[in-house]
């Protein structure tokens, strides 16, 4: 016989020829002949060469130890205190009870959604990581959750984490900003057949994500569609002279016409407007030629109607100067004033005869 002792937080299994006796803890003990001893840490995940069956009919080592069993479509979180420590992949798992504060929350990855209470950190831990899937919708958008092709629910900003497995997880999301669609350059034709290009935009924004990404295959590109289909209807109808007339016209007939067909594609048009209107080379030269010559008319007119009121003007000057001597007299006085303004010097030569001249002219 030999004398054996187990510390504290070990346990010893007993054997005899290598099959399985008796589990012993922390104190001293007899080992009969042919008996050895292993001595385990309690702190560790029991393993051993020993068939389990065989040990778990012993009642007092069924007591030490706790089973963890995962199942093929489980896993389990183990968490030493509160601090998570590692997964459990399916297996079965012994863990010596009343030495370490060992706690395990198995999931079940054939399901989706993730209902376990469990820190959302823990998610983020690399060997957690594997299991699980993560889509992130940001504060200024919307999304949709389908699961295995099916529409599941609504989606609003924040981070969603779901569990990996066979079944398809797909979030389609959409911008719930204001946004704006360009259409440039855009060929047309007149009622009158000119060639024109429009440059046209048109603002908007997504009042239903749901409606937008599951009723309509590319919201976006339908509503374009739409923004060119009311172009040319409203352009068609104009000749070249009354659309540049009635350039806002065009914006309010688009605005129109979307307004109750956006709303089918769960969007809300707010503001519609033309950019430009680019004509072809030789129409932009006539045009250009027209405005010419209407200014140049207009300028004519202006000119023959000053030139026709100035020579009134002098018509009735002259009937009052004709009429009254005085007034015939003070105009010749003003006339004389601002030739005087204009000359520095006068020198008088001759005889007395001038002199009295132009004292006749002054004091008369």
């Known amino acids: 016989m030999k004398r054996v002792r187990i510390n504290v937080g070990k346990i010893g299994v007993v054997t005899k020829n290598g099959d399985y006796q008796r589990v012993l803890t922390a104190g001293a003990y007899w080992l009969g002949f042919s008996e050895n001893v292993n001595t385990y840490e309690m702190s560790n995940m029991y393993t051993s060469d020993i068939d389990l069956t065989i040990m778990l009919k012993d009642e007092k080592f069924k007591d030490l130890i706790e089973i963890v069993e995962v199942k093929d479509h489980e896993i389990a979180l183990k968490y030493e205190g509160v601090n998570f420590e590692s997964v459990l992949e399916a297996g079965k798992y012994f863990y010596w009870k009343g030495w370490m504060d060992f706690k395990f929350i198995k999931v079940d990855l054939s399901k989706v959604e993730i209902t376990e209470q469990i820190d959302w950190v823990i998610f983020k831990n690399t060997s957690v990581e594997k299991y699980i899937r993560c889509f992130e919708v940001q504060s200024y958008e919307e999304g949709v959750l389908f699961v295995d092709g099916k529409f599941s629910k609504k989606l609003t900003k924040g981070t969603y984490y779901f569990w990996k497995n066979a079944i398809s997880?797909?979030?389609?999301?959409?911008?719930?900003?204001?946004?704006?669609?360009?259409?440039?350059?855009?060929?047309?034709?007149?009622?009158?057949?000119?060639?024109?290009?429009?440059?046209?935009?048109?603002?908007?924004?997504?009042?239903?994500a749901q409606k937008a990404l599951l009723d309509s295959k590319d919201f976006e590109k339908q509503l374009y569609l739409l923004m060119q289909l009311a172009l040319r209807e409203y352009i068609g109808t104009l000749t070249l002279d009354e659309m540049l007339e009635n350039k806002d016209g065009i914006a309010e007939y688009v605005s129109r016409v979307l307004k109750g067909k956006a709303n089918k594609l769960g969007v809300e048009v707010i503001d519609c407007g033309v950019r430009d209107v680019i004509l072809p080379g030789d129409i932009k030269t006539i045009m250009n030629q027209v405005l010419i010559a209407t200014k140049q008319a207009q300028a004519n007119t202006i000119v023959r109607r000053e030139e026709t009121a100035a020579t009134r003007s002098l018509l009735n000057t002259a009937k009052l100067m004709e009429d009254n001597a005085m007034l015939y007299k003070l105009k010749e006085m003003e006339y004389i004033e601002k030739i005087a303004d204009r000359i520095g010097e006068i020198t008088v030569s001759g005889s007395g005869q001038v002199v009295d001249q132009l004292k006749e002219i002054f004091t008369k």
């Open 169 to 208: 997880v797909t979030v389609l999301k959409t911008d719930m900003r204001q946004l704006q669609l360009e259409i440039s350059g855009q060929e047309m034709l007149s009622k009158d057949k000119a060639a024109l290009r429009v440059n046209f935009y048109t603002q908007y924004k997504v009042t239903d």
